[in-house]
């Protein structure tokens, strides 16, 4: 089956900085790749999401890239802010049948220092 | 828009107990999932459901059982509780006719089997 992995496990920026999460995925029929942000308390919430026939999404201050042929994908945000300051999952899926199941990297804590 | 409500919050156990943990939708989705977030395992599937009378087991599907009367819940038993099934678990929901329909979770139940 399909395996995510997701680094780094934990990451510290400076408020203003820039991060970066990085996943690999192993399936090459995967299609569909989404990242969910995850406050203390709440479940995962989607936040940016990118399909294989696109190389680069933007939305505001957050960004995802994929490659498909190293199988990697990456999420950016930049100028962070404290309220950035969650979890975060990398995802992906096969889209067969009627089992549309997402396979979830392990999630990156990340902590925006003041 | 309440969208997926999970109850209980929290849960205390003691081995061999058995309970049910409820989840509700009311945005009509058709897919309906239970995982469990495990530290440094990311999100496992458990169980999911495409619709009404229709379930399957996930990656994880030992020891928990589900049904799906309805298409608004999608209840999770656990038949006789074990400390391995300490874990906070979140239901989620999607819909079924489009492979890209985001995942909407909820907040969550936070599981103590002692």
């Known amino acids: 089956g399909e395996n995510v992995e997701q680094h780094p496990s934990t990451l510290s920026v400076q408020e203003g900085d820039s991060a970066v999460i990085k996943c690999t995925y192993s399936d090459s029929a995967s299609n569909y790749f989404p990242w969910y942000k995850q406050e203390l308390g709440k479940g995962p919430q989607l936040i940016i999401d990118i399909r294989s026939n696109v190389g680069e999404k933007k939305d505001q201050r957050i960004a995802v890239t994929l490659n498909k042929t190293a199988k990697h994908f990456s999420l950016h945000i930049t100028e962070t802010q404290p309220e950035d300051s969650a979890v975060y999952f990398c995802?992906?899926?096969?889209?067969?049948?009627?089992?549309?199941?997402?396979?979830f990297g392990s999630g990156t804590q990340l902590t925006v220092l003041p | 828009n309440a969208g997926v409500t999970q109850t209980p919050k929290f849960q205390v156990l003691k081995t061999g107990q058995s309970m049910t943990l409820q989840c509700a939708q009311d945005m009509n989705h058709e897919y309906m999932s239970w995982y469990r977030q495990d530290p440094g395992m990311g999100l496992r599937l458990i169980h999911y459901s495409v619709g009404a009378g229709i379930t399957d087991q996930g990656e994880v599907p030992n020891g928990y059982n589900v049904s799906r009367s309805t298409t608004e819940d999608f209840p999770l038993r656990l038949l006789s509780a074990a400390p391995s099934q300490t874990s906070v678990y979140f239901c989620?929901?999607?819909?079924?006719?489009?492979?890209?329909?985001?995942?909407?979770f909820g907040n969550g139940t936070r599981l103590t089997v002692t």
């Open positions: 989620a929901s999607s819909r079924q006719d489009r492979a890209d329909s985001p995942l909407h």
């Open positions: 995802a992906s899926r096969i889209s067969s049948g009627s089992a549309r199941q997402l396979t």
